[in-house]
């Protein structure tokens, strides 16, 4: 598995910055009068709260499965000592730090 | 701030600590991208045209696993969201500028120059030299930020493929959603996010973090207009 600098690498790294930079510039270069819609405001509070979880359950529970595993059990244990970390201490080096030494010690002696 | 070069200055003075704070996460970015196969050139050009930690490690995952275009651009949008409720409320700020510098500072903007620039103005009182003081935090940001990509990319390339560094996205992402569950209206959402999220991971062409992240905001922004609605029906 590799991403390489071909078409689809290239046009989907323009058309990421592209999208990024449109959600950046919106209001700034819209006319003055042009206010966020109520609905709107209210949905963007809860876009970090619900598009994080999403991105970091596949991540945690369906990468690098052995041959007989369903879910890989290393790291939810790992994600789930990393998680109390980062609730407690709200530092990413923390929460760094713990998570891969416990996937890390998990892989040297777990029996999986 | 009386003069342009002071507020430049006391710009990058105030962004020194988030500028520090970028290291681990840039180079993670970096390292990530190698550990995923990317293109060294590939991802240093994702790096700058993009310009945003989160929705990178987001697009990564996705175009490893070849992803449509358009997935991998609405899962880019929707992580960038954020960015358009920063970019309303900085918007008076910004008011008299052409519009070249316009979309200018808008490329440059990030979580913590949001942050810095709202701590020190109010867009009623005097904003004077705003931008300069943007621009005196932006660009330290920016190179902080794009020299730690660089240096996790070349990096990554040393380590070998057993350490799972790849587990370093969901982590960062870890660290990220503790500080938005604000109420318990937020820790709902990220609950429905990862209900959600497993029932839809087995979606084709990876839609399952846009099905997810709809479902649950959706169901965050409900409960949030009823609680709205009953206050307003107890007064």
């Known amino acids: ?112 | 701030m009386q003069t342009r070069r002071q507020a430049y200055r006391q710009g990058a003075k105030d962004a020194f600590p988030s500028v520090i704070g970028l290291i681990p996460f840039g180079l993670i970015v970096g390292t990530a991208s190698t550990a995923a196969g990317m293109d060294p050139w590939l991802a240093l050009a994702m790096s700058i045209i993009v310009y945003a930690g989160a929705s990178q490690l987001a697009a990564i995952g996705l175009m490893v696993q070849s992803a449509p275009l358009a997935i991998v651009l609405a899962t880019v949008l929707v992580v960038n969201l954020r960015f358009v409720m920063y970019s309303a409320s900085l918007a008076p700020f910004f008011r008299q500028l052409s519009t070249g510098r316009k979309w200018l500072l808008s490329y440059a903007l990030t979580d913590h120059l949001f942050a810095l620039v709202n701590a020190r103005f109010t867009p009623d009182g005097c904003h004077k030299h705003v931008d300069a003081y943007y621009i005196g935090g932006a660009v330290p940001t920016w190179l902080m930020w794009n020299a730690m990509v660089a240096i996790g990319i070349f990096a990554g390339t040393l380590v070998p493929k057993q350490w799972s560094l790849d587990f370093a996205i969901p982590l960062v992402f870890l660290a990220l959603v503790f500080p938005a569950l604000t109420t318990r209206t937020h820790w709902i959402t990220a609950g429905a996010a990862l209900v959600a999220a497993f029932f839809t991971a087995g979606l084709p062409m990876k839609l399952g973090l846009i099905t997810a992240a709809f479902v649950a905001v959706s169901i965050g922004t409900w409960l949030d207009y009823r609680q709205e609605l009953e206050k307003r029906i107890a007064r």
């Open chain 1, 1 to 112: 598995m590799s991403i390489a600098a071909d078409w689809y690498g290239v046009v989907t790294v323009v058309g990421a910055g592209l999208v990024t930079v449109a959600a950046r510039a919106s209001f700034i270069v819209l006319p003055a009068r042009t206010a966020v819609p109520a609905w709107l405001r209210r949905a963007l509070k809860f876009v970090a709260a619900a598009v994080l979880p999403a991105l970091i359950l596949p991540d945690v529970l369906f990468r690098d499965l052995g041959p007989q595993e369903i879910v890989n059990i290393y790291r939810i244990a790992a994600a789930l000592c990393a998680a109390w970390v980062a609730w407690r201490t709200r530092n990413i080096f923390a929460t760094l730090g713990v998570g891969m030494a416990v996937l890390w010690l998990l892989k040297l002696i777990g029996p999986l």
